[in-house]
């Protein structure tokens, strides 16, 4: 079935829509939740939620692509799981390794008036992001927007993994330039 037809489901409330999206995207949204939750249990419940979040979602807007929009309700929900249950003071794990190497690129934004500023930096995000190789870009999202361990992404693409943590590392430096010369470092 293809992504129109599962989002008509959804817009006729039928009860086949949400057997329908989890055959086709439950792999998807269970890989990036347990990506950034590190748990196959903690994993299912968020992309359950991803199902009802889609289900009451789909009569107010119907998304151009189904797969970016359940790929972006699985990651805010799997992100807000992972705070709410502290994750972060009992060690974390690979989605925090991942934050902490982008410390030095990004600073979080301090106050409400800074949203401006944080849509002006998501945009310089995106030119810096559109002006990659697409290799590096595929390594870059994988790591820092899908949480993938730098194992799976080596073993995704054929690369090594000391390959992976270089185009990671350059890819990190070439964003802190760009960043610093259109201002925001």
Known sequence: MDDSQIVELYWQRSDRAIP?????YGAYCRRIACNILQSPEDAEECVNDVWLRAWNAMPEQ???RLDAFLGRLTRWLSLDR???????????????????ELDGC???PESVESRVET????AAIDRFLAGLAPDERT?????YYFGCPIRLIAEKH??????????LHRTRKKLQNALREEGYL
């Open 82 to 100: 992972r705070r709410r249950e502290g994750r972060d003071r009992r060690g974390g794990g690979e989605y925090t390794l991942a934050l902490e």
């Open 139 to 143: 390594v870059f999202l994988a790591r």
């Open 119 to 122: 849509a002006e930096l998501s």
């Open 158 to 167: 054929g690369f090594g993994e000391s390959k992976v943590k270089t185009m």
């Open 20 to 24: 329908e999206t989890a055959a086709k």
């Open 106 to 108: 990004l600073t979080a």
């Open 62 to 64: 119907r998304p151009a």
